[in-house]
């Protein structure tokens, strides 16, 4: 019985958990802020990140440095001195993949805190549903049980991670 209220709870926190929401990071003006995941291997990520303009009327935005890193260390994203960017990965080790952001402070003015957004989704949750959809002519309910199918999938694959580790 207990088994089944966990499944019941897991699967009730899934379907609430299906939209994806930006996370906003405030950069220090020197410094880097980071942030990580423990991903598995074979796992598409995908994320997207600009600046948050905070009441700079007549101020250019300030610009900022990006970079992804593997578990082992090797280099999957790095761009410099930009307002917006994104990228995408399939993941080829297991490990925790870490994104820092940190700010361009040559040729600025200023010197205060930036704000990012940052929307970083993995696994089903960066599948593209919308072609899934076209592809297989299918809408509404047979839409959202493909998604929690595929939901559940991935939580059986990251159970038997679990179990093996």
């Avoid at 299918?138 to 199918?149: A, H, S, W, Y």
Wanted: charged residues 20%.
């Amino acid at each position: 019985m207990a088994k089944d209220i966990n499944l019941s709870s897991l699967l009730l926190l899934l379907c609430f958990t299906t939209l994806t929401e930006a996370l906003w990071l405030t950069i220090p003006s020197k410094g880097t802020k980071c942030m990580s995941e423990e991903i598995q291997t074979h796992v598409v990520v995908l994320a997207d990140y600009y600046v948050v303009a905070d009441d700079v009327q007549g101020h250019q935005l300030q610009t900022i440095s990006a970079k992804v890193t593997s578990p082992y260390g090797n280099n999957l994203h790095q761009n410099e001195n930009v307002t917006h960017g994104q990228f995408a990965f399939t993941t080829t080790e297991t490990g925790n993949y870490v994104a820092c952001f940190w700010v361009d402070n040559k040729h600025q003015e200023g010197g205060g805190e930036t704000t990012i957004s940052l929307e970083w989704k993995t696994g089903i949750h960066a599948k593209d549903w919308d072609s899934v959809a076209r592809k297989d002519k299918i809408e509404g309910v047979e839409l959202e049980l493909r998604k929690l199918e595929g939901a559940v999938e991935a939580i059986r694959d990251n159970l038997i991670y679990l179990k093996n580790r």
